[in-house]
């Protein structure tokens, strides 16, 4: 799929986001998991605040996101238009939510990290844990692993789940 890609200019190697690689400066930042493609550039606050007005070019996000519709229709390829997200502020992409609405960029942020429902369904669900006298090792390992994926934004905060991992000699009070 990537060579596909790459073929119809896309996800260039500046451009290409890789697990392994550091993200470089780039104009428009590109990205494919398994089949998902994505694309993501930076604009003009001024240009947020009036998102969709015609008078304003598109984004370099939205040519790249176009060539790769055009190529998947010159090879027949059905994608799920319902999934495409567009030119928005706020989006989940590939897995992380990114908000640069027009109030937060005026102020120089972008914030990326897990998805703002998943970390209230995530505080809620250990507010309930800790309330528990003991809890199932079914439910620990899925809140682990939930905390861990949410805490991967923010590898300081890892520190916290320090003693997850470790042996718990006291299992049932023994």
Sequence with gaps: MQDFSKSHGLLGSDENLVSSRLVRPSDVHQGLVID???AIAQI???QLKTQGD???PRSKAHEAFRRAKDAYASENLKGSDLKDIIEQ????VIGAEIDSRAELASKGLVAVGAPSQKRLALSWMCLEG??????TD???ASLAGSLVSAFCF???AMCLLSRVFRPNIQCFGL
């Design 44 to 46: 003009p606050v001024g």
């Design 130 to 135: 800790a309330s528990l006298a003991y809890t």
């Design 154 to 156: 923010r590898r300081c």
């Design 89 to 92: 502020t706020k989006a989940t």
């Design 138 to 140: 079914a439910f620990h």
């Design 54 to 56: 015609a008078s304003f």
């Design 36 to 38: 998902d493609y994505c």
